[in-house]
């Protein structure tokens, strides 16, 4: 079993930067495949990146590809998405998830965070 907590939210203006973190404990993090997806009020939890346990392989929605770029670091048991290009769009409450398959949904990842905003104004 892993704990993520995901830090770095908060407002940005269009065109803008942020790096969301997500922080793991309890069972070694590179056992999994961790994803990032975003859900913005009345919509349904999106994908948005992942990366495989060893940060070799990853896969971006055609949204942020580009303009997203998810990395880890498993000796600190933290994976990052760093954002540029920022549009408002792309405003959503960010959560990280870790998983055992290399899926795209989100009924595939078994451990999720708690989110954290993403607001970009225009």
């Known amino acids: 079993q892993v704990h993520v907590v995901e830090s770095g939210g908060g407002l940005v203006q269009s065109g803008g930067s942020l790096r969301l973190s997500c922080t793991a404990s309890?069972?070694?993090?590179?056992?999994?495949?961790m994803g990032w997806f975003r859900q913005a009020p009345g919509k349904e939890r999106e994908f948005v990146s992942h990366?495989?346990?060893?940060?070799?392989?990853?896969y971006y929605s055609d949204s942020t590809k580009g303009r997203f770029t998810i990395s880890r670091d498993n000796a600190k048991n933290t994976g990052y998405l760093q954002m540029n290009s920022l549009k408002p769009e792309d405003t959503a409450v960010y959560y990280c998830?870790?998983?055992?398959?290399?899926?795209?949904?989100?009924?595939?990842?078994?451990?999720w965070g708690q989110g954290t905003q993403v607001t970009v104004s225009s």
């Open positions: 998830a870790a998983g055992r398959t290399w899926n795209r949904a989100p009924s595939a990842y078994d451990y």
């Open positions: 309890g069972e070694s993090f590179d056992h999994f495949v």
């Open positions: 990366i495989s346990w060893n940060g070799i392989t990853t």
